[in-house]
């Protein structure tokens, strides 16, 4: 989970820099954060806009004829991506609930450092990760699919993976690392739903 490693040492390596600085924390260094977790969100929402899981998705429903085979794995990665996205929302919820400046360490883990919640996390995750594999079955992109998903993939052989993301982690910080997981469901769920709508008009073109 590079990405992920140098997203958290960017966070912190700010904190440190402001209060080094003998700023407030509840200002300029939390700032830092806020400003990272603002722009990964800004980036998903335009990402949504464009090509949005739903308007992908609704366009497989609505296509004509289509293949059990192809529209089946779709819907089941459907499901999976709002199940995370929707727990990963709540997650972040009760972390704001629970501090909400973000400059505390103690929330994070006791939320999601080796917790129930965390398996339940990773569980989701790597059901989406499955599910996302399922509709490149066949298909010669899927080296781009596993790109999207190389933090989520890296779960796969990871079971003790969140002590380098929440053990210290300030509130904010792990409510960012948490918008970039959600983002990487959303970009892994645009990418194969747009696979099989393209797989589904070839299959279209191609009937005598």
């Not at 918008?179 to 739903?193: I, Q, R």
Request: proline share 4%; aromatic share 8%; hydrophobic share 40%.
């Amino acid at each position: 989970m590079k990405y992920m490693k140098y997203l958290l040492f960017f966070a912190l390596t700010a904190y440190d820099f402001v209060i080094g600085g003998c700023a407030s924390p509840s200002d300029q260094a939390l700032k830092k954060f806020h400003d990272v977790n603002d722009s990964l969100k800004a980036s998903n929402n335009a990402l949504n806009d464009t090509l949005g899981c739903e308007m992908a998705y609704m366009l497989i429903q609505q296509h004509d004829n289509g293949d059990p085979k192809l529209t089946g794995p779709a819907d089941t990665l459907y499901a999976a991506t709002r199940t995370a996205s929707s727990y990963i929302e709540l997650l972040k919820a009760q972390l704001m609930a629970a501090d909400s400046i973000g400059d505390k360490t103690e929330p994070a883990a006791k939320l999601l450092l080796r917790t129930p919640a965390s398996d339940s996390l990773r569980t989701m995750l790597l059901d989406v990760y499955t599910k996302a594999h399922q509709c490149f079955i066949g298909q010669d992109s899927i080296a781009q699919l596993d790109k999207v998903m190389a933090n989520i993939g890296e779960l796969r052989t990871r079971t003790d993976w969140t002590p380098p993301f929440f053990k210290e982690s300030h509130t904010v910080a792990a409510i960012t690392l948490l918008v970039w997981l959600k983002m990487e469901c959303t970009n892994a769920a645009n990418l194969s739903f747009f696979t099989v709508l393209h797989q589904l008009k070839k299959n279209a073109t191609s009937r005598p």
